[in-house]
């Protein structure tokens, strides 16, 4: 439940979207959330970072947040060996500046130990009321399309499947939301007729309204992990491959006790340019942050996406000179994570440093590769399309692996597993781990952007699609740049913000489909 910094919400507005600032966005992050304090003492706050000011959280909100039920030696030396680096401790990340050393809120409600998220806390609490009804096994396949007021579109009828049989919701009145997600949003949207008339044509779809941003502008935060083993006398979640300990751990956890209570990943640290490359280096990144730079981009065949992309750019460009903005993060999940490239030893213990880079330059795509509305949509995440993506998370890994080797952290390793001796050592074979053992974090973003049409916008700043009177996009594919924070927290305001946007035909939002 981490937050971004201050200047990348203000960025929303400044690309043209009125109402899209940190003020507007920190309101509506505060009214998703109950926050739980977390039971340490004024030693161990200031030791774990986690003295959060009450003022930047919400008390009310359907979404409970939580610290960890169980803080490690080994988090609490990983910090010192950051400081040890220049790092300082944040306590207080969710104030715009998010820079440090942190442990961070997850959304486990403590009096339960389980996750707390839509279904549970925003669904259930809602779920007799007479005008709302969820269709499980249910898959929305095409939005079906009237002439409107002055030649725009108008969204009449819903197209989906339930149980495998084909069914129809006609005579819509107000607007309808799609929020189905960074991947199939776009899927859906051009599966309707609204996208790049070239690509749905291929597939035989009628051009309803040509929006050539749809699926295009797809960022993920591109990370690679690293394991170290570390002394066995620290409890990772590496001993729940004893039957005896994962027993122990499962009575433990009926008490919301334990490893198993709490995400086993409470350690954060974000860096800023300054901590991964010389005025040089940075220099450098800059000039690659350019439309030519980038390879495979429809952007740069489009005047539209082209002058959309690069006022992102300019803005990254900004960033990287910024000594308080985020270019980096390592999380530190405590245990071997599984990964099929390593498998843990019996007995031994690990933790494992997932580096990542926060403000990626390479755009990927999501585009329908058929007209069959079940068929996964092709996704291309387009990782190191900038090159300038690629040298980032190598300082970054570099980093990662000069914190290990500092004190007091050096003093618990006992050996690299990945990347291993011989490839730390090694500019050229550490550079190939990168680019061979990358994957995302799982924060996909921008397929359906909230920017100026003339820009390669899909949707407008009241999340309306471009030339349609009543349909919306409500889900995270609206961001049109990745943010440095897990995106969890700014799903939820943006949900919790659509609310108090007036609809085509009354008050509120009220239509929505999924």
């Known amino acids: 439940m981490s937050r971004p910094s201050r200047e990348e919400f203000d960025a929303l507005e400044g690309l043209g ?4 600032n940190w003020e507007s966005l920190l309101g509506y992050m505060k009214k998703s959330e109950t926050t739980f304090p977390s039971n340490l003492s004024a030693f161990d706050e200031e030791r774990y970072a986690a003295k959060p000011d009450p003022a930047f959280h919400g008390t009310t909100g359907p979404i409970k947040k939580s610290f960890p039920t169980m803080f490690t030696e080994q988090h609490a030396l990983l910090f010192d060996a950051a ?4 790092i300082p401790r944040n306590p207080e990340m969710a104030n715009g500046t998010n820079v440090g050393s942190m442990s961070s809120f997850t959304s486990v409600d403590p009096r339960t130990a389980k996750r707390s998220y839509a279904a549970p806390d925003y669904y259930e609490p809602n779920a007799s009321r007479p005008n709302l009804l969820v269709l499980i096994h249910s898959q929305v396949t095409k939005i079906i399309f ?3 007021d002055n030649g725009l579109q108008t969204a009449t009828a819903v197209e989906f499947t339930h149980q495998g049989a084909r069914q129809v919701v006609e005579g819509v009145k107000r607007d309808i939301i799609l929020s189905a997600g960074a991947f199939q949003t776009p899927q859906l949207l051009e599966l309707s007729g609204i996208g790049n008339s070239k690509i749905l044509q291929v597939q035989g779809i009628t051009p309803i309204i040509n929006l050539p941003g749809v699926g295009e502008n797809l960022q993920d935060h591109v990370c690679v992990a690293s394991i170290i083993e570390i002394d066995p006398k620290f409890e990772t979640m590496d001993v729940l491959s004893d039957p005896e300990e994962l027993a122990k751990q499962q009575e433990l956890y009926k008490k919301q006790k334990g490893l198993l209570s709490s995400v086993p990943a409470p350690g954060f640290i974000f860096l800023s340019s300054k901590d991964l490359g010389t005025p040089e280096d940075i220099r450098a990144w800059q000039e690659k942050a350019d439309v030519h730079s ?5 952007a740069q065949t489009s005047p539209a ?3 959309g992309l690069q006022k992102q750019y300019e803005l990254q460009k900004s960033w990287l000179t910024q000594e308080h903005l985020a270019q980096a993060e390592i999380l530190n999940y405590i245990g071997h994570q599984p990964l099929p490239s390593s498998v843990p030893v019996p007995g031994k213990r690990y933790t494992t440093l997932v580096s990542a880079v926060m403000h990626p330059l390479s755009r990927g795509t999501v585009h329908i590769g058929s007209s069959d509305p079940l068929t996964p949509p092709l996704i291309d995440p387009n990782y190191y399309g900038n090159e300038a993506d690629l040298d980032l998370l190598v300082q970054i890994t570099k980093f990662t692996m000069k914190l290990v080797a500092t004190p007091p952290m050096a003093g618990i390793v006992r050996s690299y597993v990945l990347p291993g001796p011989e490839v730390v050592g090694d500019e050229e074979k550490l550079r190939q781990y990168v680019k061979e053992n990358c994957g995302p974090v ?7 952007a909230m920017l100026p049409r003339d820009d390669g916008g899909v949707v407008d700043s009241e999340l309306k699609v471009y030339g349609t009177t009543n ?3 409500v889900d995270a594919s609206i961001l049109p740049m990745e943010l440095s924070c897990h995106i969890q927290s700014v799903a939820y305001a943006i949900g919790e913000k659509v609310w108090f946007i007036p609809d085509s035909n009354s008050s509120n939002l009220t239509s929505a489909l999924a």
Do not use: C
């Open 294 to 298: 980038t390879n495979h981009l429809e």
């Open 442 to 448: 799982f924060h996909p973003v921008g397929t359906a």
């Open 146 to 148: 009237g002439k409107g």
């Open 17 to 20: 979207n009125v109402g899209w």
């Open 83 to 86: 400081k040890a680096l220049g």
């Open 471 to 473: 349909l919306r996009v």
């Open 305 to 307: 996406l082209a002058s």
